[in-house]
């Protein structure tokens, strides 16, 4: 059974950096998706970043270019986000996702309806 855990979020001011981590466990994950969400207060879930876990190409929401990056470690099982710059709308609850492996060739997926699996996301606020 598929498990994704974060953890890293907290508290931090205007400028400062936080790196999410997400421990995954119950596959073998290296042709999986793996993909950043977040959700603020009364807002709709939104992708963030992006990548296929073996792969390189990464993909960001324009608000967060060049300040996040997404990455993987196979030793260790786990997703990471490093979030630099961060600003008070970057505020919002975290989420790691899964999507499994469909050898299309894609090199990332932003549509939150097609992840398979989720963690419990983990809180970031941002204060000014």
């Known amino acids: 059974q598929v498990q994704l855990v974060e953890s890293g979020g907290g508290l931090v001011q205007a400028g400062g950096s936080l790196r999410l981590s997400c421990a995954a466990s119950?596959?073998?994950?290296?042709?999986?998706?793996m993909g950043w969400f977040r959700q603020a207060p009364g807002k709709e879930r939104e992708f963030v970043a992006a990548?296929?876990?073996?792969?390189?190409?990464?993909y960001y929401t324009d608000s967060v270019k060049g300040r996040f990056t997404i990455s993987t470690d196979n030793a260790k099982n786990t997703v990471y986000l490093q979030m630099n710059s961060l600003k008070p709308e970057d505020t919002a609850v975290y989420y790691c996702?899964?999507?499994?492996?469909?050898?299309?060739?894609?090199?990332?997926?932003?549509?939150?309806?097609?992840?398979?699996?989720w963690g419990q996301g983990t809180q970031v606020t941002v204060s000014s």
């Open positions: 119950g596959r073998t994950f290296s042709n999986y998706y």
């Open positions: 990548m296929r876990w073996s792969g390189r190409t990464t």
């Open positions: 996702a899964a999507k499994t492996p469909d050898y299309s060739g894609s090199y990332y997926y932003t549509d939150r309806s097609q992840y398979d699996y």
